[in-house]
């Protein structure tokens, strides 16, 4: 919630988009949680007939927006999502999660992600190892 609520104070707009299959349970997770206003727009993929990493997601997401392929950003945690912002024009921001946790509560990532090497053959560059400095690689991102 801090993150969140850093990047809603120090931008204009929040996106959710989501791979879920039930949305009724990602909206009351939003309201249980007090996050309902923090997102500008959520999009949620049993809704919109469309999942991730398919662009028509995302170009969604930018069309309720209103924002352009080239001011987004997106953030996102697997590297299928991360290349589908990459099909749709939208700048991407990688969270390498552990990948064997010990602490579930724990807000903290580690540069490293199941069974993949991520260090080769990708055209983009931004992973945050520690989610609260997202605030700041936003800003070095954002023009």
Do not use: C
């Amino acid at each position: 919630m801090p993150v969140l609520t850093a990047l809603k104070r120090n931008k204009k707009t929040i996106g959710l988009v989501s791979n879920f299959d039930h949305p009724p349970h990602v909206r009351r997770i939003l309201s249980h949680n007090g996050l309902e206003n923090i997102f500008d727009t959520t999009i949620i993929s049993s809704e919109a007939g469309v999942k991730k990493p398919d662009p028509a997601i995302f170009a969604l997401a930018l069309q309720q927006t209103g924002i352009s392929p080239a001011d987004a950003v997106y953030v996102g945690d697997t590297e299928t999502d991360v290349a589908g912002a990459i099909a749709a024009g939208i700048h991407p921001i990688f969270i390498a999660r552990p990948v064997n946790r010990t602490d579930s509560g724990a807000l903290d990532f580690q540069v490293a992600y199941p069974g993949e090497d991520l260090s080769e053959n990708r055209s983009w560059k931004n992973e945050v190892t520690v989610i609260s400095s997202l605030p700041e690689v936003l800003d070095k991102t954002i023009r």
